[in-house]
């Protein structure tokens, strides 16, 4: 497989891909591995999360370096998001043990009544590209603490990081009986499917996630999906300071290249503070620099992949055809790399694929709304449900937009933003099941329920 630098088009490397020889080989390692992992005391597998959490900070300048050589995002925000891995990962460290620990919930003379927390077994984690170190370390750092063993499958768009991630955890004391990575694209991930694993955890796109849930139906093992969204953010009439908003709706909309499962994809502004807005967005998206990712000051880079600028080029053109203005960008750079400019469309409405599709790229279509009632009709117009967000100086009226979202994760005064304390899920078409927080910790468990009577 070539992994190629999607700013240059250069082939960084050529890496041979597992077959299902090599796929069985690993199985087998994993299998073997399991046993010994999982009776490890839980402070044990701890000590070696503990030093991949010290590799990790320690090699934070190559691993970015490989991150954003290639997925193509900014040095920057490579470096910030190991940062924001190893802080996750510090999370799990410091609270895995007392949610993984017996929980007694009834003593009495006769009877006692304990939840005990055991791990699944050998679980597949089917993983995507756009951040691959924390939606990774959102699945295999609570896994392998619960005393799971994983197999890895990175994105054929992050494999480089994937193996680095591999390399690092071996150093750090993880056998590799305990953690593998399959290496390929979509093939050998159907591989994995066959395997009779104990768990799937897949991060990826809708369409993906939808065929791995049925195709691994009949195992009756959990399986867990984190989808994409459409995940609208409303500026509400009150607002004192509008550039402020903006600056935060712009970060939101294109950190990442607008390559983030909860990217604010459609922005809806009150009539009242519309021209405002949009006054001040158009001026932070000016203020975008785009070009070599490894450049200081660049903070959008290339696209991951080139078959994305399809699909924006597709929004793009159909949005016009139905009315939309496109005030700035919208068509691909000539030149080397899979560049993009970031595209504002505005007369946008929910006719639009642009309002309606995942666009998962630096592209916006901004909609003005005569009240809250339009937004929130708006705003719930949509098949997913990850993120929702309400800019406005009224908690009350943020609260009450915010409560009637149908969305895993609801913001005020803020968006695009993930917290380890905090559950992580979709719902509807964004997903199943949910990583982060204490919740997230027991993801990767079986809850058995003792009823333990004493014969006196
Ligand atoms: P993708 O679905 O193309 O691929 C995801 C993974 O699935 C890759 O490792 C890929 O090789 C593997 N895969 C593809 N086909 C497969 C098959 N038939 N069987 C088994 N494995 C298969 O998604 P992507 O492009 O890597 O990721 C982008 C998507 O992920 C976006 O929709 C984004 O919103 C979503 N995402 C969601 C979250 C979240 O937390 N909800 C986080 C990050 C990304």
Redesign the pocket.
């Known amino acids: 497989m070539e992994i190629i630098n999607p700013a240059t088009e250069e082939i960084i490397t050529q890496i041979e891909v597992d077959d299902q020889n090599q796929i069985f080989h690993k199985f087998d390692l994993l299998q073997r591995g399991f046993i010994e992992w999982s009776n490890k005391s839980i402070q044990e597998r701890i000590s070696c999360i503990r030093k991949f959490h010290q590799l990790l900070i320690d090699e934070i300048e190559s691993s970015a370096d490989i991150l954003t050589n290639e997925v193509g995002k900014p040095l920057a925000q490579s470096r910030s998001e190991i940062i924001g891995a190893s802080q996750r990962i510090q999370f799990f460290i410091d609270k895995s043990p007392q949610y993984l620990e017996d929980e007694w919930v009834h003593r009495s003379a006769r009877l006692n009544e304990k939840i005990s927390y055991e791990p699944l077994g050998i679980v597949a984690n ?6 691959p170190y ?2 990774g370390v ?1 699945v295999f750092i609570p896994a392998l603490i619960a005393g799971n063993a994983v197999f890895y ?5 992050s494999l480089l990081t994937g193996l680095n991630i591999q390399k690092l955890l071996f150093k750090a004391g993880v056998s590799e009986n305990v953690f593998q990575v399959a290496r ?7 591989l ?2 066959d395997l009779p694993l104990d768990g799937y955890f ?8 939808k ?2 849930y049925q ?1 691994v139906a009949s195992k009756m093992v959990p399986c867990q999906l ?4 459409k995940d609208p953010l409303y500026v509400a009439e009150h607002n004192k300071d509008l550039k402020k908003v903006a600056q935060a709706a712009a970060d939101g909309v294109f950190y990442n290249n607008g ?4 990217a604010v994809e459609r922005l809806y502004v009150h009539r009242n503070v519309y021209d405002h807005f949009l006054k001040e967005f158009l001026n932070e998206v000016d203020k975008i620099e785009m070009g070599d990712p490894k450049k200081p000051g660049v903070n959008l880079g290339p696209l991951t ?1 080139p078959q994305q600028m399809d699909v924006l080029d597709l929004q793009v053109k159909d949005a016009i055809a139905k009315g939309a203005q496109l005030l700035k960008g919208g068509h691909r750079v000539s030149g080397t790399g899979y560049f993009f400019q970031p595209a504002v469309l505005v007369d946008v409405n929910h006719s639009m694929s642009v309002m309606k599709d ?1 666009s ?1 790229g630096p592209v916006i279509g901004i909609q003005k709304v005569k009240n809250d009632q339009e937004a929130v009709e708006l705003m719930k117009d949509t098949k997913y449900g ?1 993120t929702a967000s309400v800019y406005t100086d009224h908690q009350d009226i943020a609260e009450k937009i915010l409560r009637s979202m149908d969305t895993g994760t609801v913001y005020w005064n803020c968006c695009d933003r993930v917290s380890a304390r905090l559950p ?1 899920s ?1 719902r509807n078409h ?2 199943i099941g949910i ?1 982060l927080s204490h919740i997230g910790i027991r993801t990767f468990t079986h809850p058995k329920a003792y009823h333990l009577q004493n014969p006196k």
Do not use: M
Not at 126 to 131: E, G, K, L, P, V
């Open positions: 089917i993983s995507a590209w756009n951040y924390l939606v959102n499958k990175p994105s054929e768009y390929g694209g979509a093939d050998v991930g159907e994995l499917l897949f991060t990826g796109s809708n369409a993906t996630g065929y791995i195709k984190e989808l994409g969204g390559q983030s499962c909860c992949r995942e998962f990850l992580w979709g964004s997903g990583t």
